[in-house]
């Protein structure tokens, strides 16, 4: 989206964006300077951010209790989608789909400093386990994303902590648990209303959205170096 993103910028155009940002870093500094200079307002798409279940797990890692790892699925609908390597047009698994994931985690467990990944160079004729990758946090908390493009396969988030764990399902589901079994404790829409909400909040009353340009930046560099991990075949630091 960097020209369109440019663009609308340079006519003084305030702009919703839809993930991902752009395909490559370096579009995101275009895209970047162009929103810097022009003085727009800007929110990324990454919708959940704004969905209720990842905001009450996000509460509960930042009052009650110590975050010690996170492990997570991104499966679905992906027949369609092309190679991890192929960014164009939206379509590729890595910026397509599992992109939501991998910036949730961030999200959740802060800032990253090394990644490694790894992808299966027979995806899509071969999608049952289409990619992993880890993330050692700047924390030193460790995290890890399995991608899957098999239909009967749903994405989940596992956080395990000091006192208790969570789970994520499908992304709306967020459940409790302990020793005696889990406990659901909320369930939601995603939060597509909700990001619009911000982006109308934030052009209208200057309140600063869960996903502005800072946040896609981030997200458009940890990419990059989840792309490069990939094709050297080794961890990178971030």
Do not use: W
Not at 24 to 40: P, R, T
Not at 63 to 86: A, N, T
């Amino acid at each position: 989206h960097a020209k369109i993103v440019a663009d609308a910028s340079k006519y003084g155009k305030h702009v919703f964006c839809e993930k991902p940002f752009t395909p490559s870093f370096k579009e995101a500094q275009v895209a970047y300077s162009s929103i810097v200079k022009n003085k727009i307002k800007f929110q990324l798409g990454l919708v959940l951010r704004y969905t209720k279940t990842y905001n009450a797990l996000l509460n509960y890692l930042s009052s009650e209790v110590k975050l010690l790892g996170i492990q997570g699925r991104y499966g679905g609908y992906l027949i369609s989608y092309k190679p991890h390597f192929d960014r164009t047009f939206d379509r590729g698994m890595v910026n397509g789909n599992t992109i939501h994931l991998i910036d949730i985690i961030q999200y959740l467990a802060g800032s990253v400093k090394e990644v490694y990944a790894k992808f299966n160079a027979g995806f899509p004729k071969e999608p049952e386990l289409s990619g992993i990758i880890s993330f050692v946090h700047k924390n030193g908390i460790i995290s890890n994303l399995y991608a899957s493009g098999a239909m009967r396969v749903e994405s989940f988030l596992f956080v395990n902590t000091l006192s208790k764990d969570y789970l994520v399902e499908s992304n709306i589901k967020l459940f409790e648990i302990t020793d005696k079994g889990r406990t659901q404790i909320l369930s939601s829409e995603l939060g597509f209303e909700e990001e619009l909400v911000a982006f109308y909040n934030y052009l209208v009353n200057g309140v600063p959205p869960q996903s502005g340009i800072e946040d896609a930046m981030k997200l458009s560099y940890l990419m990059e170096k989840v792309y490069e991990s990939a094709s050297k075949g080794k961890p990178v630091k971030v």
